[in-house]
């Protein structure tokens, strides 16, 4: 519709002209694609996503600033101020992305019934 428009139909010309084009299965199939196409390009790979990590991680406090795409605005007394994300969450994100972290078994005893088993999580 904005097309019609930007080429100087009027409202409700644009929006019927818009329409018809939509119902074009070859038009409408080639708008998904291309938008597709466009939500892929914003997305962040695996690696960059490590990256992003890494880079919060190893941000040195001095390179804080309102241009450095790593730091998130916080409010302050004195006003909107640069801040990094926070490093201890970051390197558990990467811990859990990478698999770092290890696999840990957890027992829980039940007792010889369920009914026994619900009154020790109940009593706890």
């Keep these: 519709m904005e097309a019609y428009k930007l080429a100087g139909y009027k409202n409700s010309s644009a929006k019927a002209n818009a329409t018809r084009l939509m119902e074009n299965d070859g038009i409408s199939s080639r708008i998904a694609e291309l938008r597709a196409q466009q939500s892929a390009k914003a997305e962040l790979s695996r690696d960059q996503f490590r990256q992003f990590l ?71």
């Design 54 to 124: 890494v880079d919060i991680i190893q941000a040195k406090p001095e390179q804080a600033s309102m241009q450095n795409p790593l730091c998130e605005i916080a409010m302050t007394k004195k006003g909107p101020a640069p801040v990094f994300p926070d490093k201890l969450g970051a390197a558990v994100q990467l811990a859990k992305l990478t698999g770092w972290n290890s696999v840990e078994k957890v027992s829980i005893e039940a007792g010889d019934t369920l009914s026994a088993f619900l009154r020790q999580v109940v009593a706890k």
